[in-house]
């Protein structure tokens, strides 16, 4: 996982029917780069969050073929 | 998932036989990279997108093993 | 796998359901990148070890599909 | 998927049994990496390809669990 | 894939139980990073390989599930 905080929201209006509703943030990592989560957890601006990469967060959607590559799996503590 | 925007639309004659039909096009990353991403979208030169990677990315298709490893999600709202 | 040395432990009170109980260490790689692991081990701060990345990390875990990209399989002797 | 330009080939007399036959090609992609594709389409040095990545590029192969992780999908139109 | 040059070889005593028997090398790839590969090869200091990366690499293990993300699948003849 990387750590990484949220800078940011976005919206897609138009999209592939499969992508998920629910929260798209901005993250900037650890390593300076920047990329969009889905955030199962309602997180804010600037909070600090632990992210899982690839096929892995994908794998959270269990009804759904969800073309997530990125996700948020906690918020940490600090 | 990462932002990137379309830079330009790439065409392959010569393809092996598993490649879907539809636009494959150019994109230019958050990071400055470039990559090749199948579009079902429909999305027009300087539209900003959303792209998922890897294998997520081909499990959009559900009727052939496609060897696609970037998807355009959507298109992000600005 | 790659090679790291363990920096540090992270904790997250607000977490997704499916994030193993477990050490989260923060790890310092080979290339001067920083991420974090599941630890199975009880590694140490400063220790050597070797990670696995991707969705092989994530089937350590027979009983959960747990959102976890990144794993210590083990301690480098030196 | 990355662009990139065949520069050479490789040849391994000493390889593990699922290497499937069929050429090596060096590539160097559009970001100035260097890496070694499987060419099912028989390309020629200098020839601009497109290049898939991961498992989606092993899962081309459907009758052996070929040790592939960058598959050639086509050669771009010029 | 990638090619490297191996460069040494690693020892983990205190290990997961899945983690395989055999060698486990250490590689600096083309593109100057450093990683450790399985070997099925009995590769030796200095020889030039090729290497698989991701879940591609795990599949080779066929009877368990070894986290493996990364695996010599050839020496490159010169």
Same mark, same amino acid.
């Given at each position: 996982m990387?750590?990484?905080k =949220? @800078?940011?929201?976005?919206?897609s209006? &138009?999209h592939i029917?499969t992508l998920?509703?629910?929260? $798209?943030?901005e !993250?900037? @990592?650890?390593?300076?780069? &920047?990329? !969009?989560a889905?955030?199962?957890?309602g997180?804010a601006?600037?909070?600090? =969050? $632990? %992210? @899982?990469?690839g096929?892995v /967060? /994908?794998?959270y959607? @269990? &009804?759904?073929k /969800?073309? %997530?590559?990125a996700?948020? =799996?906690?918020s940490i503590?600090?």
């Amino acid at each position: 996982m990387i750590r990484g905080k =949220v @800078t940011g929201r976005i919206w897609s209006s &138009k999209h592939i029917e499969t992508l998920p509703n629910g929260g $798209l943030l901005e !993250v900037e @990592t650890d390593r300076g780069d &920047k990329l !969009v989560a889905f955030d199962p957890l309602g997180c804010a601006i600037d909070e600090s =969050v $632990l %992210i @899982t990469q690839g096929s892995v /967060a /994908a794998a959270y959607f @269990t &009804k759904l073929k /969800a073309p %997530i590559d990125a996700l948020i =799996v906690g918020s940490i503590d600090e």
